[in-house]
T-cell receptor
Framework: GQQLNQSPQSMFIQEGEDVSMNCTSS?????WLWYKQDPGEGPVLLIALYKAGELTSNGRLTAQFGITRKDSFLNISASIPSDVGIYFC???????????????FGTGTRLKVLA | NAGVTQTPKFQVLKTGQSMTLQCAQDMNHEYMSWYRQDPGMGLRLIHYSVGAGITDQGEVPNGYNVSRSTTEDFPLRLLSAAPSQTSVYFCASSYSIGNVRGETQYFGPGTRLLVL
């Protein structure tokens, strides 16, 4: 099945550093969603993006909907130990390209923060 | 407002047994879906529903059935459990599809299933 290309797969960073990750697709998307998943928990929504070029922040997190509508970026500034977890991107392709309403997920970026 | 709830949290089955994973949402969401999450595989869509009475297959539907008789509930049935169905199952919902601002999808806490 179709999955988004999410990179990097994993990151080890020092506390206080900034983090960047991205997702790319061959399809045009209507919506981009970014989630964080802690061990043993379900994904929790961080940021939702709805139109090309949109830049949205949630505390130290900032995400952007790419102009081409085929990519999205998530940045975390001044990372702290509780940022550790798996970050997933998800998108909803336009029905005209996919023919159906199916969310597509990235494979995740595993973030580890070293104190 | 409880959001998306799932029961049970954990389940152990023997091969060949059947069971139903429950999912409910109290947000009047039209769109509901079931995913399974396996190590290194990310989230894979099993089945989804765009409204009561309407269901469709996702990426990995074999061995699973769903129905959507009400807006609130979307149960997932394992017909004859197999070890390959050992996984973590997540239910999710969103307000609508096609209305862009309603497409934000929320997840339940998950059901951890072990099939022996």
């Amino acid at each position: 099945g179709q999955q988004l290309n999410q990179s990097p797969q994993s990151m080890f960073i020092q506390e206080g550093e900034d983090v960047s990750m991205n997702c790319t697709s061959s399809s045009i998307f209507n919506t981009w969603l970014w989630y964080k998943q802690d061990p043993g928990e379900g994904p929790v929504l961080l940021i939702a993006l709805y139109k090309a070029g949109e830049l949205t922040s949630n505390g130290r997190l900032t995400a952007q909907f790419g102009i081409t509508r085929k990519d999205s970026f998530l940045n975390i500034s001044a990372s702290i130990p509780s940022d550790v977890g798996i970050y997933f991107c998800a998108g909803l392709p336009t029905p005209s390209t996919s023919g159906t309403y199916k969310y597509i997920f990235g494979t995740g970026t595993r973030l580890k923060v070293l104190a | 407002n409880a959001g998306v709830t799932q029961t049970p949290k954990f389940q152990v089955l023997k091969t060949g047994q059947s069971m139903t994973l429950q999912c409910a949402q109290d947000m009047n969401h039209e769109y509901m879906s079931w995913y399974r999450q396996d190590p290194g595989m990310g989230l894979r869509l099993i089945h989804y529903s765009v409204g009561a009475g309407i269901t469709d297959q996702g990426e990995v539907p074999n061995g699973y059935n769903v129905s959507r008789s009400t807006t609130e509930d979307f149960p997932l049935r394992l017909l004859s459990a197999a070890p390959s169905q050992t996984s973590v199952y997540f239910c999710a919902s969103s307000y609508s599809i096609g209305n862009v601002r309603g497409e934000t999808q929320y997840f339940g806490p998950g059901t951890r299933l072990l099939v022996l």
